[in-house]
Structure formats: structure tokens, C-alpha cells
């Protein structure tokens, strides 16, 4: 796939938010941030989320001297929308992304939602991908033998539910759901989506990282909801590749009272990814396990795939 950039340095030398054309016409938002020379790192972001750089979140690789992109999936940000993409197909605009940046080779994360596009990445550009780090990363929907929304969040049992009825029940929950997370100041975030929360991430989400947050998804609600329509259909249909495909080295990390992504989904993903080097906090939830260690998470993923 072909594609062209909104500016005329094709190198990793960007600054704040740009677009790259693709072949087709969408656009894909992107940004890259930290030094210009450092290891690359290719990030995927939540649901929602985009390609605002979260400084709470990434401020510790920068600082070892990563040097981070981030995009907004289709539907997000001023990422085009994509109805019917997958989280394979996805990866593909990625690989686009990266050959468009001049990237020889990269690591790839994930966070949450951005799991499954991680693993993706390596399978759809396995030549570049050195690495693949995971950080509270969903299984697939039809992982056999994981009951995928146990030990969840009543939101997320909700939106969950809805993703096996029809188009009009899935709008109409992800339309409620964002009207709760558009513009939320982290207090108001909070209480909207407590049963989420354990005790670590309510200190998480009241500290730097809530107004980053905040900045991330209001930002990638502002021109609608698709993005995330699109990515609770992807994430519950079949993802395109099979997990076990992966071949390079692989490193989780999931908190042991996850309620968004419960730990059961980072244990089935250990005992099916033969590449996997699993890590299970005690306390830590969806939110705490991310903030402030990107960094020294990327540096032990990187001593093994060096």
C-alpha cells in the first residue's frame, strides 16, 4: 500500500500531530516524540484513544531515550473512519506508517485494546519488528476456555454485551459510554466509570495521568464516535492472524486486580504465545501498571531482543 505524506520531512523527525495519505485517500494521524536517533518504538493506544502523546505514560522512555510514535486507529482523531477493519488490517496501515517514517527496525507496544494491535504489527511486518511488549492487553474474544468479560467492570460487561447485538444497540452503548468519557475532568471520569477502577487506578487516574488522559481521548471523541464502534467490532471478531504466529520476543505485564482487562486474559495469552515472558503485579490495575514504567518495561523487552 502506497501512501503520502502532509509534510515534506519523511524522516523521524516530527513534531506534534501530523497526517500521512494513504493510498486510498483516509488519512492517518500520527506523532512522533523523543530523541531523534533513539531505538523506535511503535505505540498503540486504548479504546478510545489516539495519537496524543500522554507525557505520564511516555515521559519514561523518552527520557531513556526512545523515540515513540503514536497513531490514531481509523475513527479516531482525524484518522479516517474504516467500517469492517480489522485489527490485522490495521496493522497493515501501520507497517505503511513505519515504512513512511524510514524505520530499519522497531518495537512495537500495546496497551489494552492496543494488545492485540501489537501482536498484529509483529505478524504483518515480522522483517522489522524486533519485539512486542504487552501491557494489560486483551486474549481474543474466542479464546477457548477464557470467559472473556469475567472479573470485569459492570461498563464493560455492557459494552461487551452489546458487541453480539446489532448495529443500533452497539452505537447507542458506545454513544453513552463516550458522552461519560468526552471532556471528563479525572474526578468526573472516575465516578463515571468506578466499577472499573480498583484503589491503585483511582490514584493513577487523580495524578498526572488523568489530565493526559483527558487530553488523549477528548481528542479522539472529537469528531465522533466510529473509532470506537469500530474497535469494540474488531476486537470481538476475529482478529485476522493467530496469536501463536508470533515469533519474536514477547513481554506482559498485567495487574493482578485488572477490571477492564481482567489478569485471566494475560495468564491465557502466557500459555498460548511460546515467545511470551509474563510479569503479574499484585495491587496493580489497568492504569498503574503503565504509568511511569513504560520505560524500564522497554528496556528489558529490548536486552532480550537484542
Known amino acids: 500500500m502506497e501512501a503520502q505524506a502532509t509534510h515534506e520531512d519523511g524522516g523521524l523527525r516530527s513534531e506534534g500531530l501530523e497526517s500521512l495519505v494513504l493510498k486510498d485517500g483516509r488519512v492517518l494521524e500520527f506523532a512522533v516524540q523523543g530523541p531523534e536517533h533513539g531505538p523506535v518504538v511503535l505505540f498503540h493506544h486504548g479504546m478510545p484513544g489516539s495519537a496524543v502523546p500522554m507525557e505520564s505514560v511516555f515521559g519514561s522512555a523518552t527520557d531513556r531515550g526512545y523515540r515513540i510514535v503514536t497513531y490514531s486507529r481509523p475513527g479516531y482523531g482525524t484518522s479516517t473512519s474504516a467500517p469492517g477493519r480489522t485489527v490485522l488490517g490495521t496493522a497493515e496501515e501501520c507497517r505503511v506508517l513505519m515504512d513512511h517514517l524510514g524505520a530499519e527496525r522497531y518495537l512495537v507496544a500495546g496497551w489494552s485494546t492496543g494488545g492485540p494491535y501489537a501482536l498484529a504489527t509483529a505478524v504483518a511486518d515480522s522483517p522489522r519488528v524486533s519485539g512486542v511488549l504487552l501491557i494489560a492487553s486483551f486474549a481474543p474474544h474466542d479464546a477457548e476456555g477464557l470467559p472473556f468479560v469475567e472479573g470485569m467492570g459492570v461498563q464493560n460487561h455492557v459494552l461487551f454485551g452489546a458487541a453480539s447485538r446489532g448495529e443500533q444497540e452497539q452505537r447507542s452503548v458506545v454513544r453513552q459510554m463516550a458522552a461519560v468519557v468526552r471532556d471528563s475532568d479525572p474526578s468526573n471520569l472516575a465516578d463515571g466509570i468506578a466499577s472499573l477502577l480498583p484503589a491503585a487506578d483511582v490514584t493513577a487516574l487523580t495524578g498526572p495521568y488523568g489530565a493526559d488522559n483527558a487530553a488523549h481521548m477528548s481528542h479522539a471523541l472529537a469528531a465522533g464516535d466510529d473509532g470506537w464502534l469500530e474497535d469494540l467490532r474488531a476486537l470481538t471478531s476475529p482478529w485476522g492472524f493467530d ?30 504465545l511460546p515467545t511470551l515472558r509474563a510479569h503479574f503485579e499484585n495491587r496493580h490495575g489497568h492504569i498503574s501498571i503503565a504509568v511511569g514504567s513504560l520505560g524500564d518495561k522497554l528496556d528489558r523487552l529490548r536486552s532480550r531482543a537484542a
Not at 508470533?246 to 485471566?264: F, I, K
Open 243 to 272: 496469536p501463536s504466529a508470533v515469533t519474536v520476543p514477547v513481554e506482559l505485564w498485567h495487574g493482578d486486580v485488572d477490571r477492564m482487562v481482567p489478569v485471566s486474559h494475560g495468564r491465557w495469552l502466557a500459555g498460548h
